[in-house]
């Protein structure tokens, strides 16, 4: 398993998918099957519409909620968006920023998802913040080069203290939803890179943050990649969105 000196986390990212009430019994299904270890913990992020729902559903199951999203503003004229504190009034205990599909689809800069971080940071919320190169990135070899400007923007007047509750997730964008999945071996040395990165300027958070990979984690797949020394857990999307496959991947946490 991973280093004993962190938790494992094991995240399912739903997306855009499921009714609410598919998304409660999705979820009562996972805290049923999926009987996590004592050095592991779950976490579900449905859709914002399902936030309160799901919550209240998993009260008491020791499996926490996330967001996919999170706007940097408390309150005000900002239509279509949710702060912080309406996501923590939902239940929610995590939320995702810098996601791929909202960096490349959506537009969003390294300085956005930086807002959003301080903004979860504020409300004393969990950032799960997502970094990851482009197939096109890796292959004209700028891997090492993207994930360091993603991470430096989010390390920007980090302290030790703060930094090391933040859950950081490699995403490969070429592995995501795609079935391919970055080698243990890739994964690994991607993982330690922003470790090592982060050490340079917090030396006590980096071995405290954790490292979550996403990009076709499955149930097949699980169990090489989390016995990587620096993958801490997994961000799962596609093989979340079935309670026995998920099940199998938190059972691979140990
Ligand atoms: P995937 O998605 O597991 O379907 O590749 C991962 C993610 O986007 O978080």
């Known amino acids: ?3 004993p000196s962190r938790r494992a986390l094991i995240a399912g990212n739903w997306k855009m998918n499921n009714t609410v009430r598919e998304c409660v019994a999705l979820a009562l299904a996972v805290s049923a099957q999926g009987r996590p270890g004592p050095r592991t913990d779950v976490v ?11 919550s ?39 939320c995702l920023v810098g996601h791929s599909e909202r960096r490349h689809g ?12 301080q903004a979860l940071l504020r409300h004393g919320l969990t950032p799960i913040a997502c970094v990851g190169e482009t197939l096109a990135e890796r ?3 700028i891997t090492y080069q993207v994930l360091g400007r993603q991470l430096d923007a989010l390390l920007e007047g980090a302290s030790e203290a703060v930094f090391g509750g933040v859950v950081l997730a490699y995403e490969p964008v070429w592995a995501i939803g795609t079935g391919r999945t970055a080698s243990p071996r890739d994964a690994q040395t991607a993982h330690a890179f922003l470790r090592d990165r982060v050490r340079h300027r917090l030396a006590d958070a980096a071995d405290r943050v954790r490292i979550l990979y996403g990009g076709s984690a499955k149930a097949d797949n699980a169990a090489e990649l989390l016995a990587q020394p620096d993958v801490d857990g997994l961000l799962v999307g596609g093989a979340s969105l079935d309670a026995a496959s998920f099940a199998r991947i938190i059972q691979a946490a140990g």
Do not use: I
């Open 1 to 3: 398993m991973t280093n």
């Open 44 to 54: 579900l992020a449905p859709m914002f519409t399902a936030l309160l729902a799901v």
């Open 56 to 94: 209240e559903a998993l009260k008491g199951t020791g499996v926490a909620v996330a967001a996919q999203d999170v706007h940097w503003e408390e309150a005000g004229a900002f239509t279509g968006e949710v702060s912080a504190a309406m996501l923590e009034d939902a239940g929610c205990t995590y």
């Open 106 to 117: 959506l537009g969003e800069t390294d300085q956005v998802v930086y807002r959003k971080l």
């Open 139 to 141: 292959e004209g070899g």
